[in-house]
């Protein structure tokens, strides 16, 4: 690519809502503790239609284990979200990521950053962004929905020459 690839974005609070819902159920932890969730859910049905027995005794633990697993988590995280989203005007920003061979620029109105490839932690392409993780935890999100079939697919020869 000789030429840099250049895109305009602006993260939305429900892009980022999804994208931090989207870490919470793709990581082995949150799947894990969502199947043990459900499955609890489960034990608190059978127990309702009666065909598990309890000896009497309402299987209390378990609706508050499937509770906090299937209601708390995902609404603390949204919650969390929120408050993240609301109080960093960065993210409200029109940023715009500029790719060549050797950095990832990107630029907002009260920022500018410059991250050589190399430096990635690791980058990933989901349906709907482009994920450039910095670390374990932080990523830029590039949303697709704003970028043409050209700019996907030299976005894409660009990650795939950096792997």
Do not use: C, H
């Amino acid at each position: 690519m000789n030429q840099p690839l250049s895109i305009k974005t602006k993260l939305t609070y429900p892009e980022y809502r999804a994208f931090n819902l989207y870490n919470l159920y793709t990581r082995p932890t949150g799947i894990l503790l969502t199947f043990i969730g459900l499955m609890m859910w489960g034990v608190v049905l059978l127990y309702l239609v009666g065909y598990l027995d309890t000896s009497g005794q309402f299987p209390l633990q378990q609706l508050i284990f499937a509770i906090g697993m299937t209601v708390l988590v995902p609404g603390f995280t949204i919650w969390k979200t929120k408050r993240i989203y609301d109080s960093n005007i960065r993210f409200k920003e029109e940023m715009v990521y500029t790719f060549d061979e050797t950095w990832i620029q990107v630029k907002g109105e009260s920022f500018e950053s410059k991250l050589t490839w190399e430096k990635m932690y690791k980058i990933k392409e989901t349906k709907s962004w482009f994920l450039i993780y910095q670390n374990k935890i932080a990523a830029n999100v590039i949303p697709k929905k704003g970028m043409n079939a050209q700019q996907l697919k030299q976005l894409r020869s660009l990650i795939k020459n950096k792997k």
